[in-house]
C-alpha cells in the first residue's frame, strides 16, 4: 500500500521559512501530481501547491511568492520551501500525491508560526 510521508513542520517565528518534505514508498509508479494541501482549525482544507511530473506547478494565492514547490521524480518526493511565513499559515500541511484516478494522502504535519 502507498504511504505518504511528511517530515519538515515544527514551529517557527512569522518572517521564518522552513521546508517540508513528502516521501513516497511502496510505489513503482511516477505520480502525476504531488503537492500540499493544509488546514487550519475550522476551516475547510485547501490548496497550497502542487506539481507536476513534468514540472507545472500551481500556488494558492495566499502563498504566490513566498512558496517553491520541487519533486524529484527518481525518489516519488516533493517538497515545500516556505518563506516569510505569517501567522496564518498556521495549519496541519498535508502531503498529496495523484497517479491516475487514485488519491493519496499523508497523515499531515503540524506547521505553527507565532507572532
Known amino acids: 500500500q502507498v504511504q505518504l510521508v511528511e517530515s519538515g513542520g515544527g514551529l517557527v517565528q512569522a518572517g521564518g521559512s522552513l521546508r517540508l518534505s513528502c516521501a513516497a514508498s511502496r510505489t513503482v509508479f511516477t505520480f502525476d501530481i504531488m503537492g500540499w494541501y493544509r488546514q487550519a482549525p475550522g476551516k475547510q482544507r485547501e490548496l497550497v501547491a502542487v506539481i507536476t511530473s513534468g514540472g507545472g506547478t500551481n500556488f494558492a494565492d495566499s502563498v504566490k511568492g513566498r512558496a517553491t514547490i520541487s519533486r524529484d521524480n527518481a525518489k516519488n518526493t516533493v517538497y515545500l520551501q516556505m518563506n516569510g511565513l505569517k501567522p496564518e499559515d498556521t495549519a496541519v500541511y498535508y502531503c498529496?500525491?495523484?497517479?491516475?484516478?487514485?488519491?493519496?494522502w499523508g497523515q499531515g504535519t503540524q506547521v505553527t508560526v507565532s507572532s
Open positions: 498529496y500525491a495523484r497517479w491516475t484516478t487514485y488519491d493519496y
